[in-house]
């Protein structure tokens, strides 16, 4: 079957525009997550989503960063006004809920944010 | 709070070479771990994972990891590395905790 989906692949911005990322996740899949990746980095946690629950945004940087999630599938993060710092690559990640197989993530190709 | 020890940032080796990555987890359980690879431009795909039972696991790739209790360790390793695994490696812990915790990776360089 298919895997998680993300666009666009690449993405070039102007400081202080606005941007969304999509995501779309393993079909059956309820929980998504959206990390960042800066150059050299590791994986930097932004949000998490489970089924119909509240999100947990404890990983958003700043207020200018947002996300939802439509239906219980796919995802938009927005970042408003962007800045040069946000330059990174943005993987979303999906997995099962519930059992033993929980937290064994599925990712996306990522899209790769370059603000000028 | 769980946590992800990656203490090799870059690892060079050449081609046929065994290879051995380092992972050492802080968490208060058995945790469920993890190990992924990410090539150039790609996003993350997993090798393999650990959850319980036999403590030496099979991946894919040719990957091998062993899950350590007493020292807290999961360390990958590969018998002969080929160059086409030149990429980014990384670790992660969890056990339900929903959003398991990733190392900062490892860098791996293939010579010829």
């Known amino acids: 079957g298919a895997g998680v989906s993300q666009s666009p692949s690449n993405k070039v911005t102007e400081k202080g525009k606005d941007v969304e990322l999509r995501c779309d996740p393993i079909s059956g899949h309820t929980a998504l997550y959206w990390y960042r990746q800066s150059l050299g980095q590791g994986l930097e946690f932004l949000i998490y989503f489970q089924g119909n629950s509240a999100p947990d945004k404890s990983g958003l940087p700043s207020d200018r960063f947002s996300a939802e999630r439509t239906g219980g599938s796919v995802s938009t993060l927005t970042i408003q006004r962007t800045q040069q710092e946000d330059s990174a690559v943005y993987l979303c990640?999906?997995?099962?809920?519930?059992?033993?197989?929980?937290?064994?993530?599925?990712f996306g190709p990522g899209t790769r944010l370059t603000v000028l | 709070a769980q946590s992800v020890t990656q203490p090799d940032i870059h690892i060079t080796v050449s081609e046929g070479a065994s290879l051995e990555l380092r992972c050492n987890y802080s968490?208060?359980?058995?945790?469920?771990l993890f190990w992924y690879v990410q090539s150039p431009g790609q996003g993350l795909q997993l090798l393999l994972k650990?959850?319980?039972?036999?403590?030496l696991v099979q991946g894919i790739k040719g990957f091998e990891a062993e899950f350590k209790r007493s020292q807290s360790s999961f360390n990958l390793r590969k018998p002969s590395v080929h160059w086409s695994d030149a990429a980014e490696y990384f670790c992660?812990?969890?056990?339900?905790?929903?959003?398991?915790?990733f190392g900062r990776g490892t860098s791996l360089i293939v010579h010829p």
């Open positions: 990640a999906s997995s099962v809920s519930g059992g033993v197989d929980t937290d064994t993530q599925y």
């Open positions: 992660a812990v969890g056990r339900g905790s929903y959003i398991p915790t």
């Open positions: 650990y959850f319980s039972g036999d403590t």
């Open positions: 968490y208060g359980a058995t945790p469920y």
